[in-house]
Nanobody, 118 residues
Framework: QVQLVESGGGLVQAGGSLRLSCAAS????????MGWYRQAPGKQRELVAT???????NYADSVKGRATISRDNAKNTVYLEMNSLKPEDTAVYYC????????????WGQGIQVTVSL
């Protein structure tokens, strides 16, 4: 069974930066789609960023210019770097993986809390 383990969350002051990591327990393929989503209290889970084959990326408007998603296929890991953090970035962040490595099913991590304080 595929496992995704997120790390790097915590409490950050507004204007600060963080780097989230998500490591897969299996070998991922370069064209697998990996992404970060987040869910704030009382809100639906929303896309933050995705990265696919050839490093093609997609970002939510709310994080464009402040977030960078990247991947290291050799380490089976996807990263999310965010700067200029705002209180509205507070949420549980989830990574996901879908592609050949998962049999084309979507696998989610357990989520990691990010809290941005004023």
């Amino acid at each position: 069974q595929v496992q995704l383990v997120e790390s790097g969350g915590g409490l950050v002051q507004a204007g600060g930066s963080l780097r989230l990591s998500c490591a897969a327990s299996i070998t991922i393929f370069s064209n697998d789609l990996m992404g970060w989503y987040r869910q704030a209290p009382g809100k639906q889970r929303e896309l933050v960023a995705t990265i696919g084959s050839s490093g093609l990326t997609n970002y939510a408007d709310s994080v464009k210019g402040r977030a960078t998603i990247s991947r290291d296929n050799a380490k089976n890991t996807v990263y999310l770097e965010m700067n200029s953090l705002k209180p509205e970035d507070t949420a549980v962040y989830y990574c996901n993986l879908r592609g050949r490595s998962t049999g084309w099913t979507t696998t989610w991590g357990q989520g990691i809390q990010v809290t941005v304080s004023l």
